[in-house]
T-cell receptor, first 108, second 117 residues
Framework: DQQVKQNSPSLSVQEGRISILNCDYT??????FLWYKKYPAEGPTFLIS?????DKNEDGRFTVFLNKSAKHLSLHIVPSQPGDSAVYFC???????FGPGTRLSVLP | EAGVVQSPRYKIIEKKQPVAFWCNPI?????LYWYLQNLGQGPELLIR????????DSQLPKDRFSAERLKGVDSTLKIQPAELGDSAVYLC???????????????FGEGSRLTVL
């Protein structure tokens, strides 16, 4: 039973354009979400978080949106840069349950 | 400030051999996690500690895997005996939790890549 779903295994975006990464979760008890990116041979690194009392959190080029009623989370990166190319995860809940990840490729 | 430190980074063993991984979390972080990550998949939780107590080990295959966190700081994860399917990256992470509520993000180590031949 996947508690966190990332239905797009990969996404390609042109440099300078917006990247939109999506997550759906099934556990309504999740009240805290984070976005991580992971480069090969490295551990995941933190990008941005959001708690369920908010519907938006912004940090520089990264904005996370939470639609609690739809159990949907999205990450917007604008403008996208080639260095953003990585696998992105959206763990949630007390045990930080991870989905399968979405591989973002930003093309120069 | 030092991050989460894991060792070894890489380990190659033959099946049926034992193997152990070590993790030193960020100083002051009371919660420690061990995850397993297979190629092309997201990290899967094996065990979560709050201080020295394992508060969730439901996903730990206890017939061959064991973990300990003595004194609530460093932790070791052991596999004995290793099987071919155990080849994966083992990630350790730590965070600060207060009264059961997380107060920040999860910090990961670089992982220990295990290859079982």
């Amino acid at each position: 039973d996947q508690q966190v779903k990332q239905n797009s295994p990969s996404l390609s975006v042109q440099e300078g354009r917006i990247s939109i990464l999506n997550c759906d979760y099934t556990n309504s008890m999740f009240d805290y979400f984070l976005w991580y990116k992971k480069y090969p041979a490295e551990g995941p690194t933190f990008l941005i978080s959001i708690s369920s009392i908010k519907d938006k959190n912004e940090d520089g080029r990264f904005t996370v949106f939470l639609n609690k009623s739809a159990k949907h989370l999205s990450l917007h990166i604008v403008p996208s840069q080639p260095g953003d190319s990585a696998v992105y995860f959206c763990p949630g809940g007390q045990n930080f349950v991870f989905g399968p990840g979405t591989r973002l490729s930003v093309l120069p | 400030e030092a991050g989460v430190v894991q060792s070894p980074r890489y380990k190659i063993i033959e099946k049926k051999q034992p193997v152990a991984f070590w993790c030193n979390p960020i100083s002051g972080h009371n919660t420690l996690y061990w995850y397993l990550q297979n190629l092309g998949q997201g990290p899967e939780l094996l065990i979560r500690y709050e201080n020295e107590e394992a508060v969730d080990d439901s996903q730990l295959p206890k017939d061959r895997f064991s973990a300990e966190r003595l004194k609530g700081v460093d932790s070791t994860l052991k596999i004995q005996p290793a099987e071919l399917g155990d080849s994966a990256v083992y990630l350790c992470a730590s965070s600060l939790t207060t009264a059961g509520q997380y107060t920040g993000e999860l910090f990961f180590g670089e992982g220990s890549r295990l290859t079982v031949l």
